[in-house]
């Protein structure tokens, strides 16, 4: 009887602190999103529109934020697609599988259309210059080495 009341109240004092330690404080975007904040670099605004954007670490982006809170909580984990370049390849990761990939010039000139499902060939694009990757709402900014 003892051990089974050393045990539950060991439980019951343990318990709480393996929830806490799974808890983070996030950002919550007003469409649901949860990000955790080791997650996020900037937020990002201009004067002129009524959102901003939630730059993450990884380059990509959650556009189009009117409202966010912030909150101590476990992350939806909802993973964002991010890019590796590697001299003149691009591997995307975690894109959704036959997505569009679009690759813009920094004035917004299209360049090069493919599918996610493929790494991406950049050897025939100029070197040293700055590019955009979108793909649907997320947006990545590279530099091609």
């Known amino acids: 009887m003892k051990k089974i009341v050393l045990l539950s109240i060991t439980l019951f004092l343990i318990f709480p602190l393996v929830k806490a330690e799974e808890r983070v404080w996030c950002l919550i975007t007003d469409n649901g999103e949860s990000v955790a904040m080791s997650e996020v670099l900037c937020l990002a605004a201009a ?3 009524s959102t901003f954007a939630v730059v993450l670490t990884n ?3 959650i556009g189009g934020v009117r409202r966010a809170h912030f ?3 476990i992350p939806t984990g909802l993973t964002k697609p991010s890019i ?4 003149d390849i691009l591997h995307l990761t975690n894109a959704p599988a036959g997505s569009t990939i679009s ?4 004035d917004g000139k299209l360049i090069q259309h493919t599918k996610s499902d493929e790494d991406i ?7 040293h210059t700055y590019y955009i990757i979108k793909l649907g709402q997320t947006s990545f900014k590279f530099r091609k080495p």
């Open 71 to 73: 909150n101590l909580e």
């Open 103 to 106: 690759i813009y010039t920094i």
């Open 47 to 49: 004067d002129d529109d």
């Open 59 to 61: 380059g990509s982006t």
């Open 84 to 87: 590796v370049v590697a001299k």
């Open 121 to 127: 060939d950049v050897s025939s694009l100029p070197a």
